[in-house]
């Protein structure tokens, strides 16, 4: 075969595109057709030749192209079905009338089927029976629509085990344009189970907090009865303790022998530590039942003070203690609170002190912590050189009956409350308290509280109340000053009526409401002291009736002291709105009678 020289200096492009080579062709297909190769030039034979050669080169090389793609394609394709078959979601096709055309591996474990088995099965089957109306709703809807569609289905797979999963719809055509869903399912068993697991947990904390309310409603209803006993209690004992507490002053003041005066002396004292645990349990339901109220009165704090040292000086003396109470000079000497209150806490913090310590000292100190224009913050503390108390009990002091020591108890007596209220009343002051002690190394004990700076004149003096009542009588009224007591308990009458005449004062004495209206209505008393709880008719009645318009004009202004053994505030209360003018509790001390009694005979006594 003769090779054809290749054409000198004609550049041969490919034959699509290029002018030349267009020619070529159109020649070749022109030759082919007419069979007239022989008329061509020696020349276009080789050009013709030439651009043969090169388009086999270029049919090869796509050739090669194809084979490349082909094999991409077959990769790709693999791949495409290992993601298919391996993803950890399930992937279906659906007709539109709901068969499954094709599933991967997820799609056919989820549903605990062979995938061949699945072909052209409807998907409904696997659905649980209550849930197929959706499956059908949802998936017409996307033929319909064209949009996306989502529901959670419950399915039975073929163990009849039940599952959930989340289907995702979506529209797509198939190379004839023949509608198809692709779907998504996605196992939502465990959500569903942590979803009623949270519900049912729900429904739980639901039914507890209702327990809870209706627990504390009954705390409530509990507390509240409690309160009612204690004030209940604190009534009944309280009488008989006033009858007690109040013949043993009596007797006192009488000419006895040493040994029955020693003896009078033993049972008042126990009276006094009775009363006190009553007036403790009462300060504790009343603060419970948020009814402690604070007063807010002018006072010198030296003359606290000295009342405070006063009454522990007794028992310190007996014990040979040292009692000191010293004031930093920076502390103002006139301040505005609850005095009594104040005395509370700083005399049991004090008599605490005295108990537990049988050498040494007791120093009582007041400092100044904070200043601002109307008010002080101060702290007391009361030092001691006593036991200590060990570190384990520290942080239980404050509790209510708790003593750091069980023999404690026997030894010194006490309830445990003193420092349960002390605290209370700490924090009320907007105080607070606390404790540092260390076994045999004594105790610290201190407390602040915020109280008011006054700087108001001096202060008035202190009045012996029972001289000032002797005074009243000795005004030149031109009469005789004369009370009504009007009380059921006999005991508690000759008490009062002691008391009174003690105190210089013409008394009589009644035994209920009704007698109160006639003895009111035969005598012009001055002042009447009226017990709450009478039989027939009671205090409260009593007074309404007396103070009513119609009754008799010259007594209806009479005023009226309660003497009651009810000492919560809500019985002042219940005194006052009944028309009441004071209210004096039980067991009356000759003091507060004094006070109480005075402070209306002066004021009701016309000056002539
Ligand atoms: P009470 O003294 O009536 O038992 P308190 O509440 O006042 O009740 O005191 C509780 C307990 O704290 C006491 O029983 C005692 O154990 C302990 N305590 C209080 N003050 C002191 C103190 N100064 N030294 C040692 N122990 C104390």
Redo the contacts with the bound molecule.
């Keep these: 075969m003769t090779l054809l020289p290749s054409p000198p200096e004609t550049e041969i492009k490919p034959a699509v595109g290029n002018p030349q080579n267009r020619e070529v062709l159109a020649l070749e297909a022109r030759s082919r057709a007419w069979g007239d190769v022989a008329a061509l030039s020696p020349e276009a034979i080789r050009a013709v030749l030439h651009n043969l050669e090169v388009h086999q080169i270029q049919l090869e090389a796509q050739n090669e192209e194809l084979r490349r793609t082909q094999t991409q394609l077959a990769a790709a394709q693999e791949r495409y079905f290992d993601l298919y078959d391996l993803a950890p979601v399930g992937y279906i096709t659906l007709s539109e009338a709901g068969l499954i055309l094709d599933a991967n591996l997820a799609a056919a474990a989820l549903l605990g089927m062979h995938r061949d088995d699945m072909i052209r099965q409807p998907l409904t089957r696997h659905i649980s029976s209550e849930h197929r109306p959706l499956f059908s709703l949802y998936h017409s809807r996307l033929f319909a629509s064209g949009s996306p569609v989502v529901s959670e289905l419950r399915m039975v797979d073929k163990d009849e085990s039940p599952c959930w999963i989340l289907l995702t719809e979506t529209l797509r055509h198939d190379g004839a344009g023949v509608p198809l869903c692709s779907a998504v399912l996605t196992d939502i068993s465990e959500l569903k189970q942590s979803q009623a697991e949270l519900l049912a947990s729900n429904r739980q904390l639901k039914e507890a907090t209702q327990l809870a309310t209706q627990f504390s409603a009954e705390a409530e209803s509990c507390n509240a009865a409690k309160s009612e006993f204690l004030a209940k209690m604190s009534h009944e004992i309280r009488t008989p303790m006033s009858g007690v507490i109040g013949m043993i002053t009596l007797l006192l003041d009488t000419e006895l022998s040493p040994e029955q005066r020693e003896y009078a002396e033993a049972v008042r004292s126990s009276g006094s530590a009775m009363l006190g645990l009553i007036n403790?349990i009462l300060d504790l339901s009343r603060i419970e039942a948020n009814k402690l109220e604070l007063e807010s009165l002018d006072f010198a704090l030296s003359t606290l003070l000295e009342d405070i040292t006063s009454i522990l000086a007794k028992h310190a003396h007996d014990k040979g203690l040292d009692l000191r109470c010293t004031t930093d000079l920076d502390v103002p000497a006139l301040l505005r609170g609850d005095a009594g209150r104040l005395r509370q806490i700083l005399t049991?913090?004090g008599?605490?002190?005295i108990?537990?310590?049988s050498a040494g000292e007791v120093r009582i100190s007041v400092s100044l912590v904070a200043m601002s224009e109307q008010d002080v913050l101060l702290r007391f503390t009361?030092r001691?050189t006593?036991?200590?108390?060990p570190a384990t009990?520290l942080g239980l002091?404050?509790d209510m009956f708790?003593?750091?020591?069980a023999s404690?108890?026997r030894r010194?007596?006490?309830?445990?409350?003193?420092?349960?209220?002390?605290k209370q009343l700490a924090e009320l002051m907007g105080g607070q308290i606390g404790?540092s002690?260390a076994e045999g190394k004594?105790?610290e004990?201190w407390f602040t509280a915020s109280l008011g700076k006054t700087c108001s004149g001096p202060l008035p003096p202190v009045v012996d109340s029972c001289a000032m009542a002797r005074e009243a009588l000795k005004l030149p009224s031109g009469r005789d000053l004369r009370i009504l007591v009007a009380e059921d308990d006999a005991t508690s009458r000759k008490v009062a009526l002691g008391l009174l005449r003690k105190l210089g004062l013409l008394a009589d004495a009644v035994g209920n409401g009704a007698e109160v209206l006639t003895a009111t209505a035969a005598v012009a008393y001055d002042l009447v002291l009226m017990d709450v709880e009478m039989p027939v008719m009671d205090g409260l009645e009593t007074t309404r009736r007396i103070r009513s318009p119609e009754s008799v004009a010259a007594y209806r202004d009479v005023p009226i002291v309660a003497m009651t053994a009810h000492a919560m505030s809500d019985d002042r209360d219940r005194c006052m709105a009944a028309g009441m003018n004071d209210f004096i509790t039980k067991p009356v001390s000759p003091e507060a009678l004094a006070a109480t009694v005075s402070k209306w005979l002066l004021s009701g006594v016309p000056a002539n």
């Design positions: 403790n049991n913090l008599g605490n002190a108990k537990f310590t009361v001691d006593g036991p200590g108390i009990q002091l404050f708790t003593q750091s020591d404690v108890c010194f007596g006490g309830s445990g409350l003193g420092l349960a209220i002390s404790v002690s004594g105790a004990f």
